[in-house]
Structure formats: structure tokens, C-alpha cells
């Protein structure tokens, strides 16, 4: 197995700040409402800004994974309930 290069690296970090920025404009829009919920919710009980976006990015990481590998829609339904069951992060697809 090879080592990340420079190259990895920078695309994994564009993919992550683009994931963050996608749900800081959820949580702007309150576009579904389980965003902003969401992130209230982990506010109050003491998650730092920065790790509930990362949470919140994590979940749509994995609707965005099941969408490519299952050529389907977005599953509104699904993501506003793993949204909403944060902390507690969903499975991961095998």
C-alpha cells in the first residue's frame, strides 16, 4: 500500500471542508430542520462547534457513499433520523 501523498491528502481535505460547508449551510437554511435541531441539541449538551460539524459531516459522508454505491436518491428520511440519533454515529457501509 502506498503512502497519501500530498496530492490524497489536499482532496481529503477539500472533500471534508466542502462536507462542512455543505451542512453549515443546512443548519443556515434550516434545510431539513433536523440540522439546526441537530446541532442545538449537541450544543447543550457541550459539543464544540467544530466537532458537531464534523459529526453532522460524517453522516452525510455516508448518505453520499450509499447514494454513489446504490445509484439511488437521497434518502431525506434516513438522514434526518442518523442526524437526530448523533452522537451516536451511523454503521458503516461494508
Do not use: C
Amino acid at each position: 500500500m502506498s503512502e497519501p501523498t500530498d496530492i490524497d491528502l489536499d482532496e481529503e481535505e477539500f472533500a471534508e471542508n466542502t462536507l462542512v460547508e455543505a451542512i453549515e449551510n443546512q443548519i443556515a437554511s434550516d434545510d431539513p430542520p433536523a440540522a439546526k435541531a441537530t446541532f442545538n441539541k449537541l450544543t447543550l449538551v457541550g459539543y464544540e462547534r467544530e466537532e458537531i460539524l464534523n459529526l453532522m459531516a460524517h453522516v452525510l459522508a455516508v448518505e453520499i457513499d450509499a447514494i454513489l454505491e446504490e445509484d439511488r436518491a437521497f434518502n431525506t428520511e434516513w438522514y434526518e433520523a442518523a442526524l437526530r440519533a448523533l452522537p451516536e454515529l451511523p454503521p458503516e457501509k461494508q
